[in-house]
Nanobody, 119 residues
Framework: QVQLVESGGGLVQPGGSLGLSCVLS????????MGWYCQAPGKQRELVAT???????TYVDSVKGRFTISRDNAKNTVYLQMSSVKPEDTAVYYC?????????????WGQGTQVTVSS
């Protein structure tokens, strides 16, 4: 069974940096497209960034140039490096793993980690 465990959230001041990590267990990490989503209070969960098994990345416009997603297949880990953070980045951040098996998309989620940007 696939499990995702995030770590690294916390309180950070505006303009600061914070790194998130997510470890996948129970399956072969390198085959998955990995992503980070965020959900602010009263809002829907939305995509922040993705990285494919081949290393291609995508970002939502609001984080381009500030956040970096990366992966280490040897450690079964995906990272989100957040820089120049803003109060509007405050949200619960969820790790996501996606794979297509037998033409069906399967998605798995972590439990989420809180990121609060405040002075």
């Amino acid at each position: 069974q696939v499990q995702l465990v995030e770590s690294g959230g916390g309180l950070v001041q505006p303009g600061g940096s914070l790194g998130l990590s997510c470890v996948l267990s129970g399956s072969i990490f390198k085959f998955y497209t990995m992503g980070w989503y965020c959900q602010a209070p009263g809002k829907q969960r939305e995509l922040v960034a993705t990285i494919t098994s081949g290393g291609s990345t995508t970002y939502v416009d609001s984080v381009k140039g500030r956040f970096t997603i990366s992966r280490d297949n040897a450690k079964n880990t995906v990272y989100l490096q957040m820089s120049s953070v803003k109060p509007e980045d405050t949200a619960v951040y969820y790790c996501n793993a996606e794979i297509i098996i037998d033409s069906r998309k399967r998605m798995f989620w972590g439990q989420g980690t809180q990121v609060t940007v405040s002075s």
